[in-house]
């Protein structure tokens, strides 16, 4: 198993920046995909963002899609989620989770995710987006 720490969370006025990490333990990080879902107060926790084992296939919801942007440096076990033109809607914990199983192929990255779909969560990071 893939062992996750989010950071970077944080209160941003809305138009502004954040870039939230997901670091990595355990030598297997680089042969598994990555995921970003988000849930907001009262409401189900939802898919965000993936990104394939090397880094090359990317797959966004389509709520975030050009605002948003995943990326991996498997030389420092990481995974960012650089979000850019936050609204309050992007107000919610943000969890960066690992797929079940390792080097799935491209074409799985080609739509979302689903919680049943993970096999580690990291524990969250809060993003308040103020209006």
């Known amino acids: 198993q893939v062992q996750l720490v989010e950071s970077g969370g944080g209160l941003v006025q809305a138009g502004g920046s954040l870039r939230l990490s997901c670091a990595a333990s355990?030598?297997?990080?680089?042969?598994?995909?990555i995921n970003w879902f988000r849930q907001a107060p009262g409401k189900e926790r939802e898919f965000v963002a993936s990104?394939?084992?090397?880094?090359?296939?990317?797959y966004y919801s389509d709520s975030m899609k050009g605002r948003f942007t995943i990326s991996r440096d498997n030389a420092k076990n990481t995974v960012y989620l650089q979000m850019n033109s936050l609204k309050p809607e992007d107000t919610a914990v943000y969890y960066c989770?690992?797929?079940?199983?390792?080097?799935?192929?491209?074409?799985?990255?080609?739509?979302?995710?689903?919680?049943?779909?993970?096999?580690?969560w990291g524990q969250g990071t809060q993003v308040t987006v103020s209006s």
């Open positions: 989770a690992a797929d079940r199983l390792p080097y799935y192929r491209d074409t799985y990255y080609s739509s979302p995710r689903s919680i049943t779909d993970i096999g580690s």
């Open positions: 355990g030598r297997t990080f680089s042969t598994y995909g």
């Open positions: 990104i394939n084992w090397s880094g090359v296939s990317t």
